[in-house]
Nanobody, 124 residues
Framework: QVQLVESGGGLVQAGSSLRLSCAAS????????MGWFRQAPGKEREFVAA????????AYADSVKGRFTIFRDNAKNTVYLQMDSLEPEDTAVYYC?????????????????WGQGTQVTVSS
């Protein structure tokens, strides 16, 4: 059983930056892709970014390309989401998740373990 714990959310002004962290348990962290998803009130959970097990391949939603960066430190069993130039539209609960494979994928069903989420609120 893998446990994921997100941290780093908060309330910031538009144009600011945040870095989210997701710490994972387990001994084979580097074998699996990791993803970030978000869910705003009244909307379905949507893909944000994903990274392959070794960190060599990344995928981003069009809405965050050029502003967000996903990276991982396998020695620390941690994946990060660096969020720059935040906009009010980025306001959501952000979740990290572990894929069942090493490939970075953009659909929810690919992921078998999920964190509890961390709130990000961007004010104008």
């Amino acid at each position: 059983q893998v446990q994921l714990v997100e941290s780093g959310g908060g309330l910031v002004q538009a144009g600011s930056s945040l870095r989210l962290s997701c710490a994972a348990s387990g001994r084979t962290f580097s074998n699996y892709a990791m993803g970030w998803f978000r869910q705003a009130p009244g909307k379905e959970r949507e893909f944000v970014a994903a990274i392959s097990g070794t960190g060599g391949v990344k995928a981003y939603a069009d809405s965050v390309k050029g502003r967000f960066t996903i990276f991982r430190d396998n020695a620390k069993n941690t994946v990060y989401l660096q969020m720059d130039s935040l906009e009010p539209e980025d306001t959501a609960v952000y979740y990290c998740a572990q894929d069942r494979t090493s490939r970075p994928r953009a659909f929810l069903a690919a992921y078998i373990y999920w964190g509890q989420g961390t709130q990000v609120t961007v004010s104008s």
